[in-house]
């Protein structure tokens, strides 16, 4: 099987390249603009360009042939044009990621649809969202991509296209090495946990909301499944882990690799600051369902939570953020007012009760 991908030299793309050589797929060509420096199998072959130019390597892709193209960076309707346009006759297979932001839950979790909760879990055929543009910034030039990004529309048009035969990819939200997001500083408090705060204050409802991840290693091996099986063809996936933890699981989890000694406290709704309370209507929660590529693709989990966890905190600690800075002196203060107030008990000091002697 010759094999396309689009993109694939940053975080999850060298995932799914490795994958698929240790399947014993050796022919894989990967067009990109060779700005990223990135150890591949020798036999990984690479043509050189930018996507909104790709029409002028028509002639080289005609000469690949592949069996099937990977679209690892479509985000707008600019980025999924020119590929049905130059594949076109090339190749009848069509593999694109996608987000499981197009569900409609997600625009329930960020209050951009303000009906009823969406009934869990959430399976492939569960509804769309309503919203359009679900990044969109006012603040920011009208051709910034978070004003022209939507998944929505880029599946529709390589579903529907009569020339191709789609697998679209929905992926969860995904940690690991490479993150570019830093998943685990932004979402999951690991900068206090690595400065042994004696306490992580955390709004009640952003503590006990349930949210998919994925592991950048799981998460590859089931789009290597997708783009390797004909049965792919046509279909719409999910790739979730099975177990959905809440948030203060997944960072008591952190906090258990490094050994942190404090105690997470849950502060009822509306009593943190704006800047440590959570924008989201934490009563939905986004559980996903991988039921159909475990069942059609035999995807499974190749990486336990507890080895994934371990690879992605030593990354970061190799690679900390440089806008990381907290103010402690700040949570402190907020800490003795909310005991003062009563909003949480004067006992609540951050040490575990079994270390409390």
């Given at each position: 099987?010759k094999i396309?991908i689009?993109?694939?030299?940053n975080?999850?793309g060298?995932y799914?390249?490795?994958?698929l050589h240790?399947m014993?797929?050796?022919?894989i060509?990967l067009?990109?603009?060779?700005?990223?420096e990135i150890?591949?199998?020798?036999?990984?072959?690479?043509?050189?360009?930018d996507?909104?130019?790709?029409e002028?390597?028509?002639?080289?892709f005609?000469?690949?042939?592949?069996?099937?193209?990977?679209?690892?960076?479509?985000y707008?309707?600019t980025?999924i044009?020119p590929?049905?346009?130059t594949?076109?006759?090339?190749?009848n297979?069509?593999?694109?990621?996608?987000s499981?932001?197009?569900?409609?839950v997600?625009?329930?979790?960020?209050q951009?649809?303000?009906?009823p909760?969406?009934?869990?879990?959430?399976?492939?055929?569960?509804?769309v969202?309503?919203?359009?543009?679900?990044?969109?910034?006012?603040?920011?030039?009208?051709?910034d991509?978070?004003?022209?990004?939507?998944k929505i529309?880029l599946?529709?048009?390589v579903?529907?296209?009569?020339?191709?035969?789609?697998?679209?990819v929905r992926?969860p939200?995904?940690?690991?090495?490479?993150?570019?997001?830093?998943?685990?500083?932004?979402?999951?408090?690991?900068?206090?946990?690595l400065?042994g705060r004696?306490?992580?204050l955390?709004?009640?409802?952003?503590?006990?909301?349930?949210?998919?991840?994925?592991?950048v290693?799981?998460?590859?091996?089931?789009l290597?499944?997708?783009?390797?099986?004909?049965r792919a063809?046509?279909?719409?996936?999910n790739?979730?882990e099975?177990?959905?933890?809440?948030?203060?699981d997944f960072?008591?989890?952190?906090?258990d690799?490094?050994n942190?000694q404090g105690?997470?406290i849950?502060?009822?709704?509306?009593?943190?600051?704006d800047?440590?309370g959570?924008p989201?209507r934490t009563?939905q929660n986004?559980?996903?369902e991988?039921?159909?590529?475990?069942?059609?693709?035999?995807y499974?989990?190749?990486c336990?939570?507890k080895?994934?966890?371990?690879?992605?905190?030593?990354?970061?600690?190799?690679?900390?953020?440089?806008e990381?800075?907290l103010d402690y002196?700040?949570?402190?203060?907020?800490?003795i007012?909310?005991?003062e107030?009563?909003?949480?008990c004067?006992?609540?000091?951050g040490?575990?009760?079994?270390?409390?002697g």
């Amino acid at each position: 099987m010759k094999i396309l991908i689009l993109g694939g030299t940053n975080f999850i793309g060298p995932y799914v390249v490795r994958h698929l050589h240790s399947m014993g797929y050796h022919d894989i060509t990967l067009f990109h603009r060779g700005k990223t420096e990135i150890v591949f199998p020798c036999s990984v072959k690479h043509i050189y360009g930018d996507k909104m130019h790709l029409e002028q390597h028509r002639e080289a892709f005609q000469t690949l042939s592949p069996d099937v193209v990977v679209d690892m960076i479509a985000y707008t309707e600019t980025d999924i044009v020119p590929v049905l346009h130059t594949f076109r006759g090339i190749t009848n297979r069509l593999v694109m990621i996608s987000s499981q932001d197009v569900y409609r839950v997600y625009g329930v979790v960020r209050q951009a649809d303000k009906g009823p909760l969406e009934p869990l879990p959430i399976s492939e055929d569960s509804a769309v969202r309503n919203n359009r543009y679900p990044y969109q910034d006012p603040t920011k030039d009208p051709n910034d991509w978070c004003n022209r990004y939507d998944k929505i529309p880029l599946e529709e048009m390589v579903m529907n296209d009569p020339y191709l035969t789609a697998t679209v990819v929905r992926l969860p939200a995904v940690y690991g090495p490479n993150d570019p997001q830093h998943r685990l500083f932004h979402y999951f408090k690991l900068k206090p946990l690595l400065d042994g705060r004696p306490v992580i204050l955390l709004d009640e409802g952003y503590s006990n909301w349930l949210w998919s991840h994925g592991y950048v290693e799981d998460v590859a091996y089931g789009l290597a499944l997708a783009i390797t099986n004909e049965r792919a063809a046509g279909r719409i996936y999910n790739i979730a882990e099975l177990q959905t933890r809440t948030m203060q699981d997944f960072i008591q989890a952190i906090g258990d690799e490094l050994n942190w000694q404090g105690e997470i406290i849950q502060v009822p709704t509306g009593h943190l600051p704006d800047e440590l309370g959570i924008p989201l209507r934490t009563e939905q929660n986004i559980i996903v369902e991988s039921k159909r590529i475990r069942e059609e693709l035999g995807y499974r989990e190749v990486c336990s939570f507890k080895d994934g966890l371990k690879k992605t905190i030593h990354w970061e600690l190799a690679h900390l953020p440089e806008e990381i800075g907290l103010d402690y002196d700040k949570d402190d203060a907020l800490l003795i007012k909310l005991r003062e107030a009563g909003v949480i008990c004067k006992d609540q000091d951050g040490v575990p009760p079994a270390k409390r002697g």
